[in-house]
Every structure is written in structure tokens, then in C-alpha cells.
């Protein structure tokens, strides 16, 4: 309240420069001694912790069993890896040498913050100490006129009365000056036997803690890159996007890329529609598949049917129309390099997808190698898988399921699994999987957005960890989410 009495005393009154300066340097060091008071116990942590003089050393448990969960790529093209490591204990003393050099460097830096204003209070302090003088024989000479006032003239003596009313609020402004700097003294001290005692106590504890601890955190983190390299397989978890790349051509058609291919090389190639068509397009890139322009054209030596076809290690596989033949075409020497019908193959539309198309058989790739879906009498319609020898298109080993091929919208492997979906339609979800690993089914329920509506393709690329998708005429991209389990030398 006397400092707020004192501002409006000099917002009414002219003063003279060295009371506005004085002005000043009171109402900052009134704020400052604030401002210490109340901060610094809690910056410094004396008013909610004690540290801990214990050195128990909790052991960790060697054991680990990482869980990792890998996507494609963020909006911004980043790679994701989720790490979700064992429940461990952490080491105490670790915890408590970087608590301590976290509260050393705070106290440093306050260390030094104080030194500075301690200088400028020492300055201003001589400054306050000589207008208290001035002001104290100022009132003496008052006092003195003031008894001996009718040798004055009565102007005069108003003048110097005004003056002294207004110097009068400022003699307790004064005393509790003085008393902020000496606390501020006091501080000063205190915060240098802190910091004594701070840097004794990670003496007492070791600093290699810490380093020990970071170097530590480095070989964790060499390992998992080594881990991530080795990541190919996992279990579909969340599927999410899409992405829309690029909106052309009629409603049904396919759109890919090579997983195979090298990191540099990023060709797109895309075929419109689903039947009565042999042109492939190819583009260089994304971008230019994207602006359109095209860096070369193949005319297949036969019409293709439906929209399932793949690209993989160099070659265009795909259904020959009105057939369950499967032909592999080289793009680079633009012949067919084997062909091969697919014994009880249904075509033709005889055992399509729900949106029907030519779709009968599914020709995908995936970690693992190439892969066929279709159905057969034999199986009672029910979808077929088969693995094909990418050179000779031979069927090397096949599984029969029991989900029927009529009833999916469309299917894609990943890492050994169909996964197969309930509708081509809005709303449509990954419903069913099937291992061929452990030759194991599940009903799964993995939603994903079908933004166009109706979807004639849908496949998976190993190398993007992207779903590749043909909606009602859009090019899109979904990111997948996939479940790993690394075990380490130490599981048993």
C-alpha cells in the first residue's frame, strides 16, 4: 500500500528525476524480494522434497520381451515405431544423480542471476543511503525554519512544506529497503551453501551414475535400431488413412508399385478398369504418376481380368481374361515369361469378390513371397490359398479355408496371413484372417475407412507397409499398424 501511495503521489506531482529514478528502483526491488521469497524455496525444492542420502541399487532384471508396433509413414512421410518396453525397475541411484545435476545446474543458474542483482542492489543501495542523508537533514532544516517561520516569507515556506509532504512517504519506503537488501544478502549466502552442499552430495554419490546410465540408454537404443532392421513380420492391428493420392480413370481399375524394387526406384504402374483393356501406364515416380506424367506404355500381349493384379521383382502378373490362366509379363523385355493355369480355379466370374468384376482369382505378394487367392468346387467356393513359385508360377504348397469367396469384398496377405473383408461397401472391416503359418483362423473386426464408397482393390506393399486401394476411381493410400514381439537371447 505505501508504494501504491507513492506512484499516485507522482503521477499528481511533478517530481524531479532523481525521485522518479528512486521511483523506480523501489517498486523493481519490492517486486524482486517478491518474487525471492515466494520462488525460491520451491525452484531449489525446500518446500516439498528432501533428498535422499540412500545409495540401494535396484537391480534389473535381464529378461526382456519387447513389443513393437511399426507403420508405414506419418502424414509428413516419417516412419512410426512404437516401443513398448518390459515393466522394469529403474535404478535408484540413477534417478537420483540426474535429479541432483538438475537441481545443481538450477541453483548455478540462480547463483548467478543473484550475483548480478546483487551488484545492481549494492549500486543502488548507495544511492538510497544518501537520499535518506539529504532527507534527514532536510526535515532537520524544516524543523528548524519551521520555528523561526515568521522571518520567512509565507511563500517560501509553503513551497518547502509541499516539498517535505512529498518526500515524507518515502522514509518507510526506505527502511523496507533496506531491509530487501539484506535479504537479498541472506539469499545470496544461502544459495551458495546450497549449492556446496549439492555438489558434495553428487560427489558422495558418483558422478559416473549418470554417465553410466546415458551410456546405457545408448546401447538400448543401438540394439533396437538392430531389432527394427530385422522387423519384417507382425499381426495387423489398426489400419488408418486413406490418403488420397490421385483421382482418375473409371470406377474399378489397380494401381502399384514394386515392393522388390530398390530404394531409388519408385515406379508406379496403373491399369484402368477390370476387363477388355491391355495398356499398362508407367510412371517414374509418385509425383509424376500424380501430375500425370507418364514415362512409358506396355501393350500386354493379352486383355487382363479384374483388378487383382501384382507387381513384383520386375514382372506384372495378372489373369488372363475369360481364363484361370496366371501370366507373368517382364517389363523390361516386354515378352511373357511363363504362364500357368491354376488347376479348379474358379473364373469368370464364377467366385468374384461381392462388387463381382472378373475378380475371381487375387494374384498379392507380401513378406514372404507371391500369392494366390481364388475358390474352387472342391472347397465348396470357399477361398483357396496358394503360394507360387514367382519363377515358374507353380503352385509350391496351398491352404483351404472356410470363408466363402462370394462373401468378401476383397482380401490382401501380409506376412504369411490373409486377411480377407466383409463388404466393398461403406462400412466394410477386416473380418476374417487366416495363418498360414499355424493353418489357424480368427474372426477379427478391424475397421477402416472406405471414404469412396465402393472398393475394387486392395493390396498389400511390403516394402511401403501400405495398403494400396482402387476407390470408386481414386487412388488411395492406407497405413497399417502391425504387432511385433522381439525376444531377446535372454527369453526363454
Given at each position: ?242 490418403i488420397t493420392v490421385k483421382?482418375?480413370?473409371t470406377r474399378f481399375g ?151 469367396k462370394r462373401s468378401a ?84
Amino acid at each position: 500500500m505505501i508504494i501504491s501511495h507513492y506512484e499516485n503521489s507522482l503521477a499528481s506531482t511533478a517530481m524531479s528525476p532523481p525521485l522518479l529514478k528512486l521511483g523506480a528502483v523501489l517498486s523493481t526491488m519490492a517486486m524482486i524480494s517478491n518474487w525471492m521469497s515466494q520462488t525460491l524455496p520451491s525452484l531449489v525444492g525446500l518446500n516439498t522434497t528432501r533428498l535422499s542420502t540412500s545409495n540401494t541399487l535396484t537391480q534389473i532384471s535381464p529378461k526382456e520381451g519387447w513389443q513393437v508396433y511399426s507403420s508405414a509413414q506419418d502424414p509428413d512421410g516419417r516412419c512410426i515405431c512404437t516401443v513398448v518396453a518390459p515393466e522394469q525397475n529403474l535404478c535408484s541411484r540413477d534417478a537420483k544423480s540426474k535429479q541432483l545435476r538438475q537441481l545443481l545446474e538450477k541453483v548455478q543458474n540462480m547463483s548467478q542471476s543473484i550475483e548480478v542483482l546483487n551488484l545492481r542492489t549494492q549500486r543502488d543501495f548507495q544511492y538510497v543511503l544518501r537520499m535518506e542523508t539529504q532527507m534527514k537533514g532536510l526535515k532537520a532544516k524544516f524543523r528548524q525554519i519551521e520555528d523561526d517561520r515568521k522571518t520567512l516569507m509565507t511563500k517560501h515556506f509553503q513551497e518547502l512544506k509541499e516539498k517535505m509532504d512529498e518526500l515524507l512517504p518515502l522514509i518507510p519506503v526506505l527502511e523496507q529497503y533496506k531491509t530487501d537488501a539484506k535479504l537479498i544478502t541472506q539469499f545470496k549466502e544461502e544459495i551458495r551453501n546450497l549449492s556446496s552442499v549439492l555438489t558434495g552430495i553428487q560427489e558422495e554419490i558418483g558422478a559416473y551414475d549418470y554417465e553410466e546410465l546415458h551410456q546405457r540408454v545408448l546401447s538400448l537404443e543401438t540394439r533396437l535400431r538392430d531389432c527394427m532392421k530385422k522387423l519384417t513380420c507382425g499381426k495387423l492391428m489398426k489400419i488408418t488413412g486413406p490418403i488420397t493420392v490421385k483421382t482418375s480413370g473409371t470406377r474399378f481399375g489397380a494401381w502399384m508399385t514394386d515392393p522388390l524394387a530398390p530404394e531409388k526406384n519408385n515406379r508406379v504402374w496403373y491399369m484402368d478398369s477390370y476387363t477388355n483393356n491391355k495398356i499398362v501406364r508407367e510412371y517414374k515416380s509418385i509425383a509424376d504418376f500424380v501430375s500425370g506424367a507418364e514415362s512409358r506404355t506396355y501393350n500386354l500381349p493379352f486383355k487382363w481380368a479384374g483388378t487383382n493384379h501384382v507387381v513384383y521383382n520386375g514382372s506384372l502378373f495378372f489373369n488372363k481374361y475369360q481364363s484361370n490362366i496366371i501370366i507373368k509379363y517382364s517389363f523390361d523385355t516386354g515378352r511373357v515369361l511363363a504362364q500357368r493355369s491354376l488347376e479348379y480355379a474358379g473364373f469368370h466370374n464364377v467366385y468374384p469378390y461381392t462388387w463381382g468384376g472378373f475378380s475371381d482369382i487375387d494374384l498379392m505378394a507380401d513378406e514372404i513371397g507371391l500369392w494366390a487367392v481364388y475358390a474352387t468346387n472342391q472347397n465348396a467356393g470357399n477361398i483357396v490359398i496358394s503360394q507360387l513359385n514367382q519363377d515358374t508360377l507353380e503352385v509350391m504348397k496351398s491352404w483351404s479355408t472356410g470363408y466363402p469367396k462370394r462373401s468378401a469384398g476383397e482380401s490382401f496377405m501380409i506376412c504369411g496371413t490373409l486377411y480377407v473383408t466383409n463388404s466393398h461397401l461403406t462400412g466394410a472391416k477386416v473380418y476374417y484372417s487366416y495363418s498360414t503359418k499355424t493353418s489357424t483362423y480368427e474372426y477379427t473386426d478391424i475397421p477402416f475407412h472406405n471414404q469412396y464408397f465402393h472398393i475394387s482393390m486392395l493390396d498389400y506393399n511390403a516394402r511401403d507397409r501400405a495398403l494400396y486401394a482402387w476407390n470408386n476411381g481414386h487412388q488411395v493410400l492406407f497405413n497399417v499398424t502391425l504387432f511385433h514381439i522381439i525376444k531377446t537371447e535372454d527369453d526363454t
